[in-house]
Nanobody
């Protein structure tokens, strides 16, 4: 069974930065699209970004564009999310997910992913 693990969350002041990491085991990492999502209390899960198996990068959510940068290192089986200029409204649980199918295109829909981590909490204080 695929195991996805996120790390790097924490408490940061407004204007600060964090880099999240996500590793996936028991998965042919370089054949799957990988996405970042977040979910704040009382809100729906929101897509942040997706990187295709061959490196195409897509961003979702106007509030995050220009501040968040996704990348992947297939040799290390790791996905990253660099988050700059963090704001209190960025406070959420952040999740990494792998697409349900090999060579799938990117999607901002959570239903397109079937391997999810437990999430890492990001809290931004004002």
């Amino acid at each position: 069974q695929v195991q996805v693990v996120e790390s790097g969350g924490g408490l940061v002041q407004a204007g600060g930065s964090l880099r999240l990491s996500c590793t996936a085991s028991r998965l042919t990492f370089d054949r799957y699209a990988l996405g970042w999502f977040r979910q704040a209390p009382g809100k729906e899960r929101e897509a942040i970004s997706c990187i295709t198996y061959n490196g195409g990068i897509f961003y979702y959510g106007d509030s995050m564009k220009g501040r968040f940068t996704a990348s992947r290192d297939n040799a290390m089986n790791t996905l990253y999310l660099q988050m700059n200029s963090l704001q209190p409204e960025d406070t959420a649980m952040y999740y990494c997910a792998a697409s349900a199918a090999r060579y799938a295109p990117c999607s901002g829909q959570a239903s397109s992913y079937n391997s999810w981590g437990q999430g890492t909490q990001v809290t931004v204080s004002s």
